[in-house]
């Protein structure tokens, strides 16, 4: 079983559509939570970053972390065609520097 | 924010040559450097993590002796594929690690395309 797990997609959805990406986890140890976009042929940009269980919201993007289920999601309102990338969940425990990467949604907002 | 510059952006090289990657952090100092290689369609694999002044630290099944890393400043570490061969063409990126927390410590080069021919 992989530490992290993240449906691939790939997921298509009209414009203004809300979006909701998802992972699972199994070490429960983990205690930071980032979401990463990535664009074709580039590297990946924080998007979004939680500490512990909770929600962050940040304009139209929300970050949600539930611990006790080890599930993570990212949902975006109002959806655009600029928003069409791979996300990537990413998760670190403390004292930790590497990271560890779900396996990417790519994600496409259809005009 | 923290800018990572990696170069180059893509190369081409023939097989059996070797080829050389670079990832300068433009504006701080960077104590840990990720190495990270990413296939079509699938997530970040993690290669090795190097500190600056130390050896790198390779991750399972990653051969050291193929892909060359080299931490020799603060700003500043390389990977280089030697005797490249076409299973070895993929994205390769790095990733700096400033030391100062989670939160903003992580920036990520814009990665290198590598094909070998």
């Known amino acids: 079983q992989k530490e992290v797990e993240q449906d691939p997609g790939p997921l298509s959805v009209p414009e203004g559509a809300i979006v909701s990406l998802n992972c699972t986890y199994s070490n429960s140890a983990f205690q930071y939570f980032m979401w990463y976009r990535q664009y074709s042929r580039k590297g990946p940009e924080l998007l979004m970053y939680t500490y512990s269980s909770g929600n962050k919201e940040d304009g139209r993007f929300t970050a949600q972390v539930d611990k006790s289920s080890k599930y993570i999601s990212l949902f975006i309102r109002d959806s655009q065609p600029s928003d069409s990338a791979t996300y990537l969940c990413?998760?670190?425990?403390?004292?930790?520097?590497?990271?560890?990467f779900g396996q990417g949604t790519r994600l496409t907002i259809n005009p | 924010g923290a800018v990572v510059s990696q170069h180059p952006s893509r190369v081409i090289c023939k097989s059996g040559t070797s080829v050389k990657i670079e990832c300068r952090s433009l504006d701080f100092q960077a104590t840990t450097m990720f190495w990270y290689r990413q296939f079509p369609k699938k997530s970040l694999m993690l290669m090795a993590t190097s500190n600056e002044g130390s050896k790198a630290t390779y991750e399972q099944g990653v051969e050291k002796d193929k892909f060359l890393i080299n931490h020799a400043s603060l700003t500043l570490s390389t990977l280089t594929v030697t005797s490249a061969h076409p299973e070895d063409s993929s994205f390769y990126i790095c990733s700096t690690y400033s030391g100062q927390g989670v939160m903003g410590g992580y920036t990520f080069g814009s990665g290198t395309r590598l094909t070998v021919v």
């Open positions: 990413a998760m670190t425990r403390q004292g930790a520097q590497k990271l560890v």
